[in-house]
Protein backbone atom coordinates (compact mmCIF):
# COMPACT_ATOMS: atom_id res chain seq x y z
CA UNK A 1 0.00 0.00 0.00
CA UNK A 2 1.80 3.26 -1.22
CA UNK A 3 1.07 5.09 2.17
CA UNK A 4 2.94 8.36 2.38
CA UNK A 5 4.29 7.97 6.32
CA UNK A 6 7.77 8.90 6.71
CA UNK A 7 11.12 10.50 4.40
CA UNK A 8 12.71 7.58 6.34
CA UNK A 9 11.30 4.51 4.40
CA UNK A 10 11.21 6.73 0.85
CA UNK A 11 13.88 6.26 -1.82
CA UNK A 12 15.25 8.69 -3.77
CA UNK A 13 13.25 8.22 -7.48
CA UNK A 14 10.40 8.05 -5.84
CA UNK A 15 10.76 11.55 -3.98
CA UNK A 16 12.19 12.15 -7.50
CA UNK A 17 8.73 11.46 -9.26
CA UNK A 18 7.22 13.59 -6.67
CA UNK A 19 8.79 16.73 -6.90
CA UNK A 20 9.12 16.51 -11.07
CA UNK A 21 5.84 16.11 -11.30
CA UNK A 22 4.88 19.22 -9.04
CA UNK A 23 7.23 21.39 -10.83
CA UNK A 24 5.65 20.39 -13.80
CA UNK A 25 2.20 20.62 -12.90
CA UNK A 26 2.91 23.83 -10.98
CA UNK A 27 3.95 25.71 -14.48
CA UNK A 28 1.09 24.09 -16.29
CA UNK A 29 -1.55 25.84 -13.91
CA UNK A 30 0.14 29.53 -15.08
CA UNK A 31 -3.14 31.30 -15.72
CA UNK A 32 -5.80 29.01 -14.87
CA UNK A 33 -8.06 30.17 -12.03
CA UNK A 34 -7.60 27.93 -9.12
CA UNK A 35 -10.86 26.53 -8.86
CA UNK A 36 -10.80 24.93 -12.53
CA UNK A 37 -9.39 21.16 -12.49
CA UNK A 38 -5.98 19.94 -14.23
CA UNK A 39 -6.55 18.99 -17.64
CA UNK A 40 -6.23 15.76 -17.59
CA UNK A 41 -8.17 15.60 -14.14
CA UNK A 42 -5.88 12.17 -12.72
CA UNK A 43 -8.21 11.71 -9.40
CA UNK A 44 -11.52 11.99 -10.80
CA UNK A 45 -14.18 9.68 -8.90
CA UNK A 46 -11.84 9.85 -6.03
CA UNK A 47 -12.28 11.25 -2.08
CA UNK A 48 -9.95 11.88 0.51
CA UNK A 49 -10.59 11.80 4.00
CA UNK A 50 -8.84 14.86 6.05
CA UNK A 51 -8.67 14.40 9.55
CA UNK A 52 -7.44 17.09 12.00
CA UNK A 53 -6.65 16.53 16.09
CA UNK A 54 -4.93 20.30 15.40
CA UNK A 55 -5.10 22.84 14.15
CA UNK A 56 -4.27 23.38 10.32
CA UNK A 57 -4.41 26.59 7.59
CA UNK A 58 -1.73 25.40 5.11
CA UNK A 59 -2.52 21.78 5.30
CA UNK A 60 -6.20 21.81 4.85
CA UNK A 61 -6.55 24.55 2.40
CA UNK A 62 -3.64 22.50 0.30
CA UNK A 63 -4.79 19.09 0.57
CA UNK A 64 -8.44 20.40 -0.18
CA UNK A 65 -7.32 22.35 -3.22
CA UNK A 66 -5.26 19.84 -4.48
CA UNK A 67 -8.08 17.26 -4.46
CA UNK A 68 -9.95 20.11 -6.34
CA UNK A 69 -7.52 20.62 -8.93
CA UNK A 70 -6.94 16.83 -9.46
CA UNK A 71 -10.55 16.40 -10.15
CA UNK A 72 -11.40 14.53 -7.08
CA UNK A 73 -13.11 15.68 -4.00
CA UNK A 74 -12.14 15.47 -0.46
CA UNK A 75 -13.99 15.05 3.15
CA UNK A 76 -12.36 17.44 5.89
CA UNK A 77 -13.41 17.22 9.77
CA UNK A 78 -11.92 17.31 13.00
CA UNK A 79 -11.17 14.38 15.01
CA UNK A 80 -13.61 15.89 17.99
CA UNK A 81 -16.25 15.81 15.17
CA UNK A 82 -15.93 12.04 14.95
CA UNK A 83 -16.44 9.02 17.02
CA UNK A 84 -12.50 9.27 17.24
CA UNK A 85 -12.84 12.40 19.59
CA UNK A 86 -15.35 9.66 21.93
CA UNK A 87 -13.03 6.54 22.35
CA UNK A 88 -13.95 4.85 19.15
CA UNK A 89 -10.76 3.09 18.30
CA UNK A 90 -8.43 3.92 15.72
CA UNK A 91 -8.30 0.40 14.12
CA UNK A 92 -11.91 0.88 13.76
CA UNK A 93 -11.89 4.11 12.47
CA UNK A 94 -9.55 2.90 10.06
CA UNK A 95 -11.86 -0.13 8.76
CA UNK A 96 -14.63 1.93 8.24
CA UNK A 97 -13.13 4.98 6.28
CA UNK A 98 -10.89 2.42 4.37
CA UNK A 99 -14.52 1.06 3.13
CA UNK A 100 -16.02 4.67 1.86
CA UNK A 101 -13.23 6.96 0.95
CA UNK A 102 -9.73 6.62 -1.35
CA UNK A 103 -7.49 7.58 0.81
CA UNK A 104 -6.97 9.31 4.27
CA UNK A 105 -4.96 12.19 5.36
CA UNK A 106 -4.43 12.14 8.99
CA UNK A 107 -2.07 15.50 11.33
CA UNK A 108 -2.50 13.50 14.92
CA UNK A 109 -0.52 13.93 17.93
CA UNK A 110 0.70 10.57 18.39
CA UNK A 111 2.54 9.13 15.83
CA UNK A 112 1.79 5.66 16.51
CA UNK A 113 -2.08 7.25 15.77
CA UNK A 114 -0.63 7.19 12.15
CA UNK A 115 1.19 4.23 11.79
CA UNK A 116 -2.15 2.60 13.40
CA UNK A 117 -4.64 3.97 10.67
CA UNK A 118 -2.30 3.22 7.79
CA UNK A 119 -2.27 -0.52 9.40
CA UNK A 120 -5.77 -1.03 9.22
CA UNK A 121 -7.43 1.32 6.50
CA UNK A 122 -6.52 -0.86 3.44
CA UNK A 123 -6.14 2.51 1.61
CA UNK A 124 -3.32 5.14 1.41
CA UNK A 125 -2.55 6.82 4.32
CA UNK A 126 -0.67 10.38 4.59
CA UNK A 127 1.01 11.82 7.56
CA UNK A 128 -0.16 15.70 7.40
CA UNK A 129 2.03 16.28 11.32
CA UNK A 130 2.59 13.65 14.07
CA UNK A 131 4.56 14.41 17.08
CA UNK A 132 7.21 12.95 15.10
CA UNK A 133 7.42 14.41 11.44
CA UNK A 134 5.90 16.59 8.63
CA UNK A 135 7.00 14.99 5.18
CA UNK A 136 4.73 16.67 3.27
CA UNK A 137 6.47 20.11 4.79
CA UNK A 138 9.35 19.14 3.75
CA UNK A 139 8.90 18.11 0.27
CA UNK A 140 7.29 21.71 -0.16
CA UNK A 141 10.66 22.92 1.06
CA UNK A 142 12.84 21.19 -1.09
CA UNK A 143 10.59 21.88 -4.17
CA UNK A 144 10.75 25.70 -3.54
CA UNK A 145 14.96 25.31 -2.92
CA UNK A 146 14.87 23.33 -6.47
CA UNK A 147 12.91 25.88 -8.17
CA UNK A 148 14.47 29.10 -6.68
CA UNK A 149 18.30 27.94 -7.65
CA UNK A 150 17.42 26.03 -10.53
CA UNK A 151 18.45 22.54 -9.36
CA UNK A 152 17.78 19.53 -7.43
CA UNK A 153 19.36 20.06 -4.01
CA UNK A 154 21.81 17.57 -3.51
CA UNK A 155 25.24 18.47 -2.39
CA UNK A 156 23.61 21.82 -0.89
CA UNK A 157 23.94 22.25 2.76
CA UNK A 158 21.15 23.18 4.74
CA UNK A 159 20.99 24.87 8.61
CA UNK A 160 18.16 24.45 11.22
CA UNK A 161 17.96 26.04 13.64
CA UNK A 162 15.98 25.78 17.20
CA UNK A 163 13.92 23.18 18.29
CA UNK A 164 14.54 18.95 17.53
CA UNK A 165 11.07 18.84 16.77
CA UNK A 166 9.17 17.24 13.93
CA UNK A 167 10.07 19.56 10.67
CA UNK A 168 14.07 18.82 12.20
CA UNK A 169 12.88 15.19 11.95
CA UNK A 170 11.84 15.35 8.79
CA UNK A 171 14.13 17.59 7.65
CA UNK A 172 17.28 14.83 8.42
CA UNK A 173 15.09 11.99 6.99
CA UNK A 174 15.12 14.16 3.73
CA UNK A 175 18.69 15.33 3.79
CA UNK A 176 19.82 11.49 3.62
CA UNK A 177 17.74 10.33 1.27
CA UNK A 178 17.90 12.91 -0.75
CA UNK A 179 21.57 13.92 -0.52
CA UNK A 180 22.14 17.40 0.86
CA UNK A 181 24.38 18.25 3.96
CA UNK A 182 22.56 19.12 7.40
CA UNK A 183 23.48 20.79 9.97
CA UNK A 184 21.08 21.40 13.12
CA UNK A 185 22.03 24.33 15.67
CA UNK A 186 19.77 22.76 18.48
CA UNK A 187 20.36 23.67 22.25
CA UNK A 188 20.90 20.77 24.86
CA UNK A 189 17.90 19.00 25.69
CA UNK A 190 15.77 19.57 22.19
CA UNK A 191 17.70 17.11 20.28
CA UNK A 192 15.81 16.05 17.37
CA UNK A 193 14.69 11.98 17.75
CA UNK A 194 17.44 10.40 17.78
CA UNK A 195 16.05 6.88 16.11
CA UNK A 196 15.54 9.42 12.93
CA UNK A 197 18.92 10.56 14.22
CA UNK A 198 20.33 6.63 14.13
CA UNK A 199 18.51 5.88 11.27
CA UNK A 200 19.83 8.82 8.78
CA UNK A 201 23.79 8.29 9.75
CA UNK A 202 23.25 4.57 9.02
CA UNK A 203 22.12 5.38 5.38
CA UNK A 204 24.99 7.77 4.74
CA UNK A 205 23.34 11.18 5.37
CA UNK A 206 25.56 14.14 6.36
CA UNK A 207 23.93 15.22 9.23
CA UNK A 208 25.66 17.42 12.23
CA UNK A 209 24.58 18.32 15.37
CA UNK A 210 26.14 21.75 16.92
CA UNK A 211 25.35 23.34 20.17
CA UNK A 212 26.28 27.14 17.66
CA UNK A 213 24.04 28.98 16.13
CA UNK A 214 26.82 30.13 14.36
CA UNK A 215 28.68 27.30 13.60
CA UNK A 216 25.35 25.61 12.34
CA UNK A 217 24.77 28.17 9.42
CA UNK A 218 28.71 28.91 8.16
CA UNK A 219 28.32 29.00 4.58
CA UNK A 220 25.05 27.47 4.24
CA UNK A 221 23.04 27.88 1.59
CA UNK A 222 19.74 27.31 3.08
CA UNK A 223 18.48 28.36 6.87
CA UNK A 224 15.74 26.68 8.12
CA UNK A 225 13.77 27.50 11.48
CA UNK A 226 10.52 26.43 12.93
CA UNK A 227 8.39 27.80 15.83
CA UNK A 228 10.35 27.02 19.56
CA UNK A 229 6.89 26.04 21.12
CA UNK A 230 5.05 23.12 18.69
CA UNK A 231 0.70 22.88 18.96
CA UNK A 232 0.11 20.88 22.00
CA UNK A 233 2.78 22.19 24.20
CA UNK A 234 3.33 24.59 27.30
CA UNK A 235 4.59 27.93 27.07
CA UNK A 236 8.23 27.76 29.18
CA UNK A 237 10.33 30.51 30.19
CA UNK A 238 13.21 27.98 30.21
CA UNK A 239 12.71 26.74 26.64
CA UNK A 240 12.59 30.24 25.25
CA UNK A 241 15.72 31.45 26.97
CA UNK A 242 17.16 28.12 25.60
CA UNK A 243 16.20 28.78 22.25
CA UNK A 244 17.26 32.39 22.10
CA UNK A 245 20.72 32.16 20.95
CA UNK A 246 19.22 30.54 18.11
CA UNK A 247 17.04 32.89 16.72
CA UNK A 248 17.74 33.83 12.82
CA UNK A 249 18.22 37.34 12.66
CA UNK A 250 20.14 39.86 10.05
CA UNK A 251 23.79 38.80 12.16
CA UNK A 252 23.70 35.17 11.84
CA UNK A 253 22.13 35.28 8.76
CA UNK A 254 25.33 37.13 7.66
CA UNK A 255 27.47 34.37 8.40
CA UNK A 256 25.88 32.15 6.20
CA UNK A 257 26.41 31.76 2.23
CA UNK A 258 26.30 34.78 0.44
CA UNK A 259 22.39 34.93 -0.81
CA UNK A 260 21.22 32.49 0.77
CA UNK A 261 17.87 31.39 1.38
CA UNK A 262 15.63 31.41 4.34
CA UNK A 263 12.19 28.77 4.64
CA UNK A 264 10.35 28.71 7.55
CA UNK A 265 7.27 26.03 7.50
CA UNK A 266 4.61 28.97 9.00
CA UNK A 267 3.07 30.05 11.06
CA UNK A 268 6.02 32.38 12.47
CA UNK A 269 6.33 34.24 15.49
CA UNK A 270 8.41 37.38 14.33
CA UNK A 271 10.73 38.17 17.46
CA UNK A 272 10.94 34.85 18.53
CA UNK A 273 12.44 32.12 16.15
CA UNK A 274 13.37 34.96 13.37
CA UNK A 275 13.76 38.40 13.33
CA UNK A 276 10.72 40.52 10.90
CA UNK A 277 13.79 41.51 9.12
CA UNK A 278 14.46 37.97 8.12
CA UNK A 279 11.19 36.73 7.35
CA UNK A 280 10.14 39.53 5.43
CA UNK A 281 13.10 40.20 4.20
CA UNK A 282 14.60 39.15 0.37
CA UNK A 283 16.18 36.49 1.02
CA UNK A 284 13.17 34.70 2.85
CA UNK A 285 11.09 32.38 0.51
CA UNK A 286 7.90 31.70 2.60
CA UNK A 287 5.40 32.65 0.57
CA UNK A 288 6.59 30.33 -2.95
CA UNK A 289 6.93 27.78 0.08
CA UNK A 290 3.45 27.97 1.82
CA UNK A 291 2.01 27.88 -2.17
CA UNK A 292 4.05 24.91 -3.16
CA UNK A 293 2.10 23.01 -0.10
CA UNK A 294 -0.51 23.16 -2.93
CA UNK A 295 1.84 21.90 -5.79
CA UNK A 296 3.35 19.26 -3.76
CA UNK A 297 0.44 17.67 -2.18
CA UNK A 298 -0.47 16.95 -6.09
CA UNK A 299 2.33 15.03 -6.56
CA UNK A 300 1.70 13.37 -3.45
CA UNK A 301 -1.13 12.26 -3.93
CA UNK A 302 -0.93 10.67 -7.51
CA UNK A 303 2.31 9.36 -6.07
CA UNK A 304 -0.17 7.52 -3.25
CA UNK A 305 -2.86 6.09 -5.83
CA UNK A 306 -0.25 5.08 -8.12
CA UNK A 307 -0.55 7.69 -11.00
CA UNK A 308 3.26 8.28 -11.06
N1 LIG B 1 3.10 24.50 7.81
C1 LIG B 1 1.93 23.94 8.15
O1 LIG B 1 1.80 22.72 8.21
O2 LIG B 1 0.94 24.84 8.35
P1 LIG B 1 -0.50 24.55 8.96
O3 LIG B 1 -0.28 24.16 10.40
O4 LIG B 1 -1.23 25.83 8.80
O5 LIG B 1 -1.13 23.43 8.20
N1 LIG C 1 6.54 22.23 14.66
C1 LIG C 1 5.28 22.86 14.38
C2 LIG C 1 4.97 22.79 12.92
C3 LIG C 1 3.71 23.50 12.52
C4 LIG C 1 3.38 23.39 11.07
C5 LIG C 1 4.19 22.19 15.19
O1 LIG C 1 4.20 20.96 15.31
O2 LIG C 1 3.35 22.89 15.73
Redesign the pocket.
Known sequence: MPHFLDLAGAKAAGLRLILDEAHRRKAARIGIPRGTPDADAPLAGHTLAMIFE?P?T??RFSFDMAMRQLGGTSIVTSAGDMQLGRGETVEDTARVLGRMVDAVMIRTNSHATLETLAENAGVPVINA?T?IS?PC?VMADIMTIEETTGKPVAGSTWAYLG?G???ANSLIEAASVLGFDLRLGVPHGYDPDQAVIATACARGGSIDLVRSAAAAVEAADVIVT??W?????KDSKEKLGAMLPFQVNDSLMAKAAPGALFLH???AHRGEEVTASVIDGPQSLVWDEAENRLHVQKAILLWCFGKL
Open positions: KSRTLDHQDNNMDTLSMGQCLP
